[in-house]
């Protein structure tokens, strides 16, 4: 069964702090590697990921895959408290119908909590 | 519109009740998925939609889950004779020929 695996859960920082959060995953069909911020309902989307070693890079959030090892970090920098929010990390792999389709597995998330 | 839109943003409904969930994915995107996300938990995905047919129908819980799409845009979801377990927030979510999916703002079902 594909499983995503998110940790911590919770975390709870100041502002200024750089916090990392983790994502490691089984499945099978492996395309790409996503993640979300989700304030409120809708997730956002911030980085797909494909390859092994290279570091997506936006503002003061930053990630990087291992598919050898299986997981991918996000990093939040400089953190403030906008950016508390739940990180969501989702596998992108082959339905089982085949035919090009695919779906997203999701993690639990990781809840962040930037406190000034 | 420039985004995912889905109606009713909030709904709350008595046990047994049907509830129909709507969502207008953005124009031109011929994929189209519905999630489900309990209270605490990730997404749990449910069914996905290449045009108007559905490959996948694996991810609905029971049979009184059901969605369709016609046009290959506007697509429904329908829970029949609701149960308190299926309260949650039920998120859409369409692509197009790149590997990202775009949320809409999902609908909060409470089932009392």
């Known amino acids: 069964e594909d499983k995503v695996v998110q940790s911590p859960l919770s975390l709870v920082v100041h502002e200024g702090d750089t916090v990392t959060l983790n994502c490691s995953y089984e499945?099978?069909?492996?395309?790409?590697l996503l993640w979300y911020k989700q304030e409120k309902k809708a997730p956002t989307f911030l980085f797909m990921l494909?390859?092994?070693?290279i570091e997506k890079k936006s503002g003061r959030l930053s990630s990087i895959l291992d598919k050898k090892e299986l997981f991918s970090i996000l990093n939040i920098t400089a953190t403030q408290t906008g950016d508390s929010a739940v990180y969501l990390c989702a596998v992108d792999n082959i339905l089982r119908s085949g035919a090009g389709s695919y779906q997203l597995t999701f993690g639990k998330g990781t809840k962040l909590s930037v406190i000034p | 519109g420039a985004g995912v839109s889905q109606s009713p943003s909030n709904k709350v409904t008595e046990k047994g009740k049907d509830v129909e969930l709507r969502c207008d994915p953005i124009s031109g995107h011929t994929a189209l998925y519905w999630y489900r996300q309990s209270l605490g938990q990730g997404l749990e995905f449910l069914i996905y939609f290449q045009g108007n047919s559905a490959p996948d129908k694996s991810g609905l819980p029971s049979d009184r889950f059901s969605a369709e799409r016609t046009g290959g845009s506007v697509s429904t979801l329908t829970i029949q004779r609701t149960q308190q377990e299926d309260s949650a927030v039920y998120l859409c979510?369409?692509?197009?020929?790149?590997?990202?999916?775009?949320f809409g703002p999902g609908t909060r079902l409470l089932v009392l």
């Open positions: 979510a369409s692509r197009n020929r790149g590997q990202t999916q775009y």
């Open positions: 494909t390859s092994s070693g």
């Open positions: 499945v099978t069909n492996f395309r790409s």
